[in-house]
């Protein structure tokens, strides 16, 4: 059984960076590929990133493309997402999956473990 603890969440300005990070335990995650998804209040939750087993092949989706990038360390069991540019509307929980198969998928119901979320939110 895996289990995934995002942390580096928090409070930052508009224009601001904020770097996240995904451990996994339990299980090495270096052979699934790996995403990170987001839930704003109100909304449902949302595809922002994903990324293949070897790191080689990302997909985003189009309201982060060119602002976030997603990478990983299979040596520390990581997967990490840097987030340029922020804006108010990136505010939400973001959380990080883990999808079973290699390769980048975009749809939650790809992915088969989930963590807790970590809340990010952007003042303007």
């Known amino acids: 059984q895996v289990r995934l603890v995002e942390s580096g969440g928090g409070l930052v300005q508009a224009g601001g960076s904020l770097r996240l990070s995904c451990a996994a335990s339990?299980?090495?995650?270096?052979?699934?590929?790996m995403g990170w998804f987001r839930q704003a209040p109100g909304k449902e939750r949302e595809f922002v990133a994903s990324?293949?087993?070897?790191?080689?092949?990302?997909y985003y989706s189009d309201s982060v493309k060119g602002r976030f990038t997603i990478s990983r360390d299979n040596a520390k069991n990581t997967v990490f997402l840097q987030m340029n540019s922020l804006k108010p509307e990136d505010t939400a929980v973001y959380y990080c999956?883990?999808?079973?198969?290699?390769?980048?998928?975009?749809?939650?119901?790809?992915?088969?473990?989930w963590g807790q979320g970590t809340q990010v939110t952007v003042s303007s």
């Open positions: 339990g299980r090495t995650v270096s052979e699934y590929a």
């Open positions: 990324i293949n087993w070897s790191g080689h092949s990302t």
């Open positions: 999956a883990l999808d079973p198969s290699r390769f980048v998928a975009t749809r939650m119901q790809d992915f088969a473990s």
